[in-house]
């Protein structure tokens, strides 16, 4: 799987979550998760949760606090490959 | 400076953080004991006679409580929330100051949020000796991970804690598990043995969140308790724990509204 594929399996992940919709027609690596598409951080574990199923991939808790960005992510998910 | 990393706790807290800590938190345990029946009797005062609040079975709640916590299992108390004062009915509610005073320890802890609360003097003299350890919603992960350890070190002391899993006021004024915090989880799987003790109250006016009930409010407070388990780990175990809370309160808020319904017929 490439970046891009990883990426956009990324927002399809968070899209249930996002709050600010119109942030998601301009996402980018550098998107925020909590302030600019205002995702509830409560819900940031589920987020770790279905990118760990969805790319059969075990994350940390330390490692799951440093994903704030899409790019942050999608370097995790790189890292793990 | 050299600095000893192999004498870090689990969390990453020196053996001196954590002295110091604990230090303080003995000192906010004596005080807050030394004023237990003052601002116990100020509070009753206010509740009984200004708000003119008052509980349903009063005497029934108050011997359950008694019961519930007077174990040596860790409990964790974990409430619905609806207004500011959430914590200090239910503080009123569950036990007279006497018990409190010679059961401190049953005398619950707090963990309010302290963006909630402007900085004065007067307010942080009340949650100081009113048990509240206040977290910082914003805050770094380091200052989050010194209040859970703070809870974990004194619910392992038997000191009792409340919880809200909802985490704030909830906004449609009934549980709202889309709005669920994973925190209890993570409590209820560091602190072995927990008792969960779920504790659904509410005032036979309260259709909406509010800073604090009418006037005249009677309350209704039942108990549920249960001891969590999951054969999860991580994050996982965090989930499901914090989703057997929310859907026992949940249940519970049903069965109130059921028996609610069935008392208007």
Known sequence: ?81 | MKIETNNLSEDGFSPKELKKEYRSLSLQIFLGWLFTLPLGYIINFIFRFILKYKIHNSKEVKETYKKLVTTKDPVLLCTNHLTMIDSNIFIWAAADMLFYGTHYKKLTWNIPAKENFKNTITRRMITYLGKCIPVERAGSKKHHDMVLHKTIYLMKKGHVFTYFPEGGRSRTARIDMENIRYGVGKLVSEVPNLKAVCVYMRGDSQDDYSEIPVKGETFTLNFKEFYPTTKHTGLRAHRDLSQQVMETLKEMEDEYFRNKAGNRE
């Open chain 1, 1 to 81: 799987m490439n970046e891009q594929e990883i990426f956009d399996k990324v927002v399809k992940i968070l899209e249930p979550y996002v709050r600010n919709q119109d942030a998601l027609t301009d996402i980018k690596k550098e998107t925020n998760i909590v302030t600019d598409l205002q995702v509830n951080s409560s819900r940031l574990v589920d987020i770790i949760l279905a990118m760990e199923d969805e790319f059969d991939i075990e994350i940390a808790d330390d490692e799951a606090d440093k994903v704030e960005s899409v790019g942050a992510a999608v370097e995790l998910i790189l890292a793990k490959g």
